[in-house]
């Protein structure tokens, strides 16, 4: 299991869920980062500093670890380093050998190497995931559930407010079952703009 220690920054040194599997992580950008991956693909698989990769560079064996490793639900993988833009300016000139060998490493195994910043992480889509991700795990009415997906069956692409209005039952409870829907990716909508009442909907 993964070590933990105390981080400089953020002194983050709990654990994360995503995907119903534990992920340790270092920093709350890294646990942002498995959120968001949680939130995005609910059978997305994150297995935390995955390997540790060898390289040279001026005349030194050198040891390089990713933070993550993320194996999506659609088959393809890849290498995720978390880093604050304030640190991986600082500190690019270091890491950059490293990177460079980690892009090598991922490619020969036909997957990719990514960097990814609280400029990424960090915005809609995490307000989204932080809003919807813990109604995966709350009860939903199997009744009003199907008159939703009936409703929006019919309708094609209706807003958010246009599937509630439709409804035969209370407003609240309407509501209720829209977000547990969309929380498990039953209703499929655009998860990097805000959530309203004109969201579009569709089903999964």
Same mark, same amino acid.
């Given at each position: 299991m993964r070590r933990i220690p105390l981080s400089r920054r953020s002194h983050?040194?709990?654990? +994360?869920? %995503?995907?119903? %599997? #534990? #992920?340790?992580?270092?920093?709350? $950008?890294? *646990?942002?980062?498995? $959120?968001?991956v949680s939130f995005l693909d609910a059978g997305a698989v994150i297995t935390s500093q995955p390997v540790t990769i060898s390289f040279s560079h001026d005349d030194r064996q050198r040891r390089y670890t990713p933070d993550f490793h993320v194996r999506w639900s659609d088959g393809h993988g890849e290498l995720v380093e978390i880093k604050y833009r304030a640190d991986l300016r600082a500190d690019w000139a270091r890491l950059r050998p490293a990177f460079a060998a980690a892009i090598e490493f991922a490619k020969a195994r036909s997957e990719r190497f990514r960097i990814a910043t609280e400029r990424g992480i960090r915005g809609v889509l995490l307000d989204n995931a932080r809003r919807l991700l813990p109604l995966r795990r709350a009860p939903l009415d199997v009744a009003t559930a199907e008159? #939703? *997906?009936?409703? #929006? +069956? *019919?309708? +094609?692409?209706?807003? !958010?407010s246009e599937v509630v209005a439709a409804m035969p039952c209370e407003r609240v409870t309407? !509501? +209720?079952?829209?977000? *547990? $829907?969309? %929380?498990h990716g039953d209703l499929v909508f655009d998860p990097r703009q805000p959530v309203g009442f004109d969201t579009r909907l569709r089903l999964s």
């Open positions: 983050i040194t709990g654990f +994360g869920t %995503a995907s119903g %599997a #534990v #992920v340790p992580h270092e920093s709350a $950008l890294e *646990r942002d980062f498995a $959120l968001c008159a #939703v *997906r009936a409703i #929006v +069956g *019919r309708m +094609g692409t209706p807003t !958010l309407a !509501l +209720g079952a829209m977000w *547990r $829907l969309m %929380a």
